[in-house]
């Protein structure tokens, strides 16, 4: 704090009277008026002292941190050395063997094509052709859609011929249900017809060849007998005007030829009949009756006790398979190989990750300490500063009061010192 | 086993498919119509005179008019009451109807087959000829009330045509038409005279909720002279005028009738 240039006055004043100058003593060191003592004592000083040990402090700690610092380098550089060895070693040992696997590959590839070119085509190899047993994800895929397009395609055939020539008895004796029923149940044959078909192409049998020809039967009777019952009994209509009549004894919209008989009703009435008959028939003939055991499987099971002899193509099988566990077994090494290498490597990687960590730590902190020894010595330059001002006004004064007195001038010399903040830091005990 | 599931899928499927196919058989709504024949039994000769029309011309009647001739979804009533000296409506009716669609040509002949209604026809004929012998039942004849009765009873979503068999020369202890016809201008003062309020009332409400119903009077020549037709014809035209009701005049079941 500056005080007023008369307190600067006042202490020079006193100090010229006193004979008390400032200067250098024999060895040389800085001997200050007492009016510049009384300045430097002021207690807005004191704080430099604290700040200078403050920073002492600090100094020290940041060596601490320094050392510790170079404790953690040197053992995570000789880590990280001997990391580097390691992995060199289990390397060099996974790339030998990825030479061996390469070479192994080269072979089974070059015994397949040798193998191609002599014609001997590997089962393994074949384009995938569907085995009779294998599931099909997809149940479209499952679909035999040629025989279901082929099948619909006849049934459709079949209806329209039907149509065609049950047209003038469709019209007026059938209704819509009728109609689908019949049309189901040529559907149903026609599908019970061409699964026996089937069955008996794989297996000829008896029951079969029954069971179609009844089939075939039936659908011919669904498609030709009525047409033929509306020809021999047919169904007549009558006239409206004598349906109203008030005097005729029948007057009836519809009369029909007596002598029908009950079969001919019931069959217009129930035309489905012959598929019922044919779905009973199926049943018993598909799940009804069992396949029986043939003699000849049973005797080729119990001639296996021979010995096989090897064809070409368990020889080519046997070769390749082996090739094939070689290079499995390859495969195998490297992997072990680099696991080997992965746990050996991780307590060193581990190590030095923590020693990293610690170093970063002390880093951060040497930055801190460096920070608040910056402001402190703003700090500390800043009272210096001050000081050093309150000083020159001081010798200022006191200049001019020696000049005013020439009794003292002349035998007054003051040394003021050159670098006066230097002597300052020296009063203070600041270490420059 | 897996086959045998598929297979029964599979019907169960088709089964399925088949009752959602009941909108092609199944009628949303059957449409109605009906026919009622008032007969006029008041007098033998009368009588006779309409049954020789009925049985002339009612076959060709209703051939042509294709008044009973109904399709799928559709019915017919043809109902028969009688217009004698008692004031009560006795009406017996009998039904064809076609109840389904998509059913064969014979199927549906024989059940558009008039043949029930004609044998109604016949038998109420027998019985109203029996009637017109009965000093009871020709004492007087009650026309107009009768046929409000009629109508008031009939259902208001069909279509109803009321068919009058008379020389509508009503005697009545209201209304005597032998001893003089009414000036056409008080026809609503023989209308409140000769119908009962309920009646009327209950007419007028029919009325105006929108019954459909058509009259057809089939106008007999009054037997014994005693009347002028064509009076007792203004005389209803005006009257019926006054009831709104749609009327037409024919002489016989072979004119040509607009329904």
Not at chain 1, 17 to 30: A, D, F, I, Q, V
Not at chain 1, 43 to 69: A, V
Not at chain 1, 244 to 273: D, H, K
């Given at each position: 704090m500056i005080k007023t240039t008369l307190h600067y006055y006042n202490l020079a004043y006193r100090d010229v009277k006193l004979n008390s100058t400032p200067y250098y003593n024999n060895e040389g060191s800085y001997q200050w008026s007492n009016g510049q003592l009384e300045i430097l004592n002021h207690p807005q000083f004191d704080e430099l002292r604290k700040l200078y040990s403050e920073i002492d402090q600090l100094e020290t700690k940041k060596n601490?941190?320094?050392?510790?610092?170079?404790?953690?380098?040197?053992?995570?550089?000789?880590?990280?050395?001997?990391?580097?060895?390691?992995?060199?070693?289990?390397?060099?040992?996974?790339?030998?063997?990825?030479?061996?696997?390469?070479?192994?590959?080269?072979?089974?590839?070059?015994?397949?094509?040798?193998?191609?070119?002599?014609?001997?085509?590997?089962?393994?190899?074949?384009?995938?052709?569907?085995?009779?047993?294998?599931?099909?994800?997809?149940w479209f895929q499952r679909i035999n859609w040629k025989v279901a397009f082929s099948f619909f395609s006849v049934w459709l055939l079949l209806e329209i011929f039907m149509t065609f020539i049950q047209w003038s008895s469709l019209q007026n004796d059938r209704s819509i249900e009728e109609i689908l029923i019949r049309s189901f149940s040529l559907a149903v044959m026609l599908l019970f017809f061409h699964l026996i078909l089937n069955k008996n192409k794989e297996n000829k049998r008896g029951i079969y060849i029954v069971f179609i020809t009844v089939n075939l039967l039936m659908i011919s009777t669904m498609m030709f007998l009525p047409p033929l019952l509306f020809h021999i009994f047919p169904v007549i209509s009558g006239s409206t005007t004598s349906a109203w009549s008030l005097t005729e004894e029948t007057a009836t919209t519809i009369t029909q030829q007596n002598g029908i008989p009950s079969w001919v009703a019931f069959y217009r009435n129930n035309e489905w009949v012959p598929a019922l008959l044919c779905s009973l028939f199926f049943m018993i003939v598909y799940f009804g009756i069992k396949k029986p055991i043939d003699p000849k499987e049973n005797s080729v099971r119990e001639a296996e006790p021979e010995v096989k002899l090897k064809t070409v193509q368990d020889e080519i099988r046997e070769k390749r398979n082996h090739l094939k566990t070689k290079i499995k077994e390859s495969e195998n090494r490297i992997e072990d190989t680099r696991n080997k290498q992965a746990s050996a490597l991780t307590p060193n990687t581990t190590h030095i990750a923590n020693m990293l960590e610690k170093l970063e730590a002390a880093k951060a902190e040497i930055l801190a300490v460096d920070n608040k020894i910056t402001e402190l010595k703003t700090k500390i330059n800043a009272l210096l500063k001050a000081a050093i001002k309150e000083l020159k006004l001081y010798k200022t004064e006191f200049l001019d009061i020696l000049r005013n007195d020439p009794v003292k001038s002349s035998f007054v010399t003051p040394e003021w010192a050159d670098d006066e903040d230097n002597n300052i830091m020296k009063y203070f005990g600041i270490k420059i | 086993m897996k086959k045998q599931i598929t297979i029964l899928g599979l019907a169960l499927a088709i089964a399925f498919t088949l009752s959602s196919c009941n909108s092609l058989?199944?009628?949303?709504?059957?449409?109605?119509?009906?026919?009622?024949?008032?007969?006029?039994?008041?007098?033998?000769?009368?009588?006779?005179?309409?049954?020789?029309?009925?049985?002339?011309?009612?076959?060709?009647?209703?051939?042509?008019?294709?008044?009973?001739?109904?399709?799928?979804?559709?019915?017919?009533?043809?109902?028969?009451?009688q217009l004698s000296s008692k004031e009560e409506l006795n009406i017996t009716s009998a039904t064809i109807s076609i109840s389904r669609k998509g059913q064969s040509k014979k199927k549906e002949w024989e059940q558009a087959s008039p043949a029930p209604l004609v044998r109604l026809m016949k038998q109420k004929l027998s019985d109203y000829k029996q009637l017109a012998d009965e000093p009871q039942v020709t004492a007087g004849s009650n026309i107009c009330n009768v046929l409000l009765k009629a109508i008031n009873q009939s259902n208001p979503d069909t279509e109803n045509y009321f068919f009058i068999f008379s020389d509508m020369v009503e005697n009545n202890a209201q209304l005597n038409l032998y001893k003089g016809i009414p000036d056409k201008k008080n026809a609503s003062q023989v209308i409140e005279k000769i119908i009962e309020p309920s009646v009327l009332q209950k007419f007028s409400g029919l009325q105006k909720s929108g019954i459909q119903a058509k009259v057809i009077i089939v106008m007999k020549t009054e037997p014994n002279g005693k009347t002028n037709q064509r009076v007792v014809k203004d005389f209803w035209i005006a009257v019926f005028g006054e009831l709104k009701l749609d009327v037409v005049f024919i002489d016989n079941l072979s004119n040509h009738v607009e329904l």
């Amino acid at each position: 704090m500056i005080k007023t240039t008369l307190h600067y006055y006042n202490l020079a004043y006193r100090d010229v009277k006193l004979n008390s100058t400032p200067y250098y003593n024999n060895e040389g060191s800085y001997q200050w008026s007492n009016g510049q003592l009384e300045i430097l004592n002021h207690p807005q000083f004191d704080e430099l002292r604290k700040l200078y040990s403050e920073i002492d402090q600090l100094e020290t700690k940041k060596n601490m941190q320094l050392r510790e610092m170079l404790a953690y380098q040197n053992p995570s550089n000789s880590l990280k050395k001997e990391s580097e060895t390691l992995t060199k070693v289990w390397q060099s040992e996974i790339d030998d063997e990825q030479l061996i696997l390469k070479d192994l590959k080269t072979e089974l590839k070059q015994f397949d094509e040798d193998m191609f070119n002599r014609g001997h085509y590997i089962e393994e190899d074949r384009p995938a052709e569907s085995k009779p047993n294998e599931k099909k994800s997809n149940w479209f895929q499952r679909i035999n859609w040629k025989v279901a397009f082929s099948f619909f395609s006849v049934w459709l055939l079949l209806e329209i011929f039907m149509t065609f020539i049950q047209w003038s008895s469709l019209q007026n004796d059938r209704s819509i249900e009728e109609i689908l029923i019949r049309s189901f149940s040529l559907a149903v044959m026609l599908l019970f017809f061409h699964l026996i078909l089937n069955k008996n192409k794989e297996n000829k049998r008896g029951i079969y060849i029954v069971f179609i020809t009844v089939n075939l039967l039936m659908i011919s009777t669904m498609m030709f007998l009525p047409p033929l019952l509306f020809h021999i009994f047919p169904v007549i209509s009558g006239s409206t005007t004598s349906a109203w009549s008030l005097t005729e004894e029948t007057a009836t919209t519809i009369t029909q030829q007596n002598g029908i008989p009950s079969w001919v009703a019931f069959y217009r009435n129930n035309e489905w009949v012959p598929a019922l008959l044919c779905s009973l028939f199926f049943m018993i003939v598909y799940f009804g009756i069992k396949k029986p055991i043939d003699p000849k499987e049973n005797s080729v099971r119990e001639a296996e006790p021979e010995v096989k002899l090897k064809t070409v193509q368990d020889e080519i099988r046997e070769k390749r398979n082996h090739l094939k566990t070689k290079i499995k077994e390859s495969e195998n090494r490297i992997e072990d190989t680099r696991n080997k290498q992965a746990s050996a490597l991780t307590p060193n990687t581990t190590h030095i990750a923590n020693m990293l960590e610690k170093l970063e730590a002390a880093k951060a902190e040497i930055l801190a300490v460096d920070n608040k020894i910056t402001e402190l010595k703003t700090k500390i330059n800043a009272l210096l500063k001050a000081a050093i001002k309150e000083l020159k006004l001081y010798k200022t004064e006191f200049l001019d009061i020696l000049r005013n007195d020439p009794v003292k001038s002349s035998f007054v010399t003051p040394e003021w010192a050159d670098d006066e903040d230097n002597n300052i830091m020296k009063y203070f005990g600041i270490k420059i | 086993m897996k086959k045998q599931i598929t297979i029964l899928g599979l019907a169960l499927a088709i089964a399925f498919t088949l009752s959602s196919c009941n909108s092609l058989i199944e009628c949303d709504s059957i449409s109605q119509r009906q026919a009622t024949f008032l007969i006029d039994v008041s007098d033998k000769k009368l009588f006779a005179d309409i049954e020789n029309d009925l049985n002339t011309n009612f076959p060709v009647f209703m051939q042509k008019s294709g008044l009973g001739n109904i399709s799928p979804c559709q019915s017919f009533s043809l109902g028969f009451g009688q217009l004698s000296s008692k004031e009560e409506l006795n009406i017996t009716s009998a039904t064809i109807s076609i109840s389904r669609k998509g059913q064969s040509k014979k199927k549906e002949w024989e059940q558009a087959s008039p043949a029930p209604l004609v044998r109604l026809m016949k038998q109420k004929l027998s019985d109203y000829k029996q009637l017109a012998d009965e000093p009871q039942v020709t004492a007087g004849s009650n026309i107009c009330n009768v046929l409000l009765k009629a109508i008031n009873q009939s259902n208001p979503d069909t279509e109803n045509y009321f068919f009058i068999f008379s020389d509508m020369v009503e005697n009545n202890a209201q209304l005597n038409l032998y001893k003089g016809i009414p000036d056409k201008k008080n026809a609503s003062q023989v209308i409140e005279k000769i119908i009962e309020p309920s009646v009327l009332q209950k007419f007028s409400g029919l009325q105006k909720s929108g019954i459909q119903a058509k009259v057809i009077i089939v106008m007999k020549t009054e037997p014994n002279g005693k009347t002028n037709q064509r009076v007792v014809k203004d005389f209803w035209i005006a009257v019926f005028g006054e009831l709104k009701l749609d009327v037409v005049f024919i002489d016989n079941l072979s004119n040509h009738v607009e329904l």
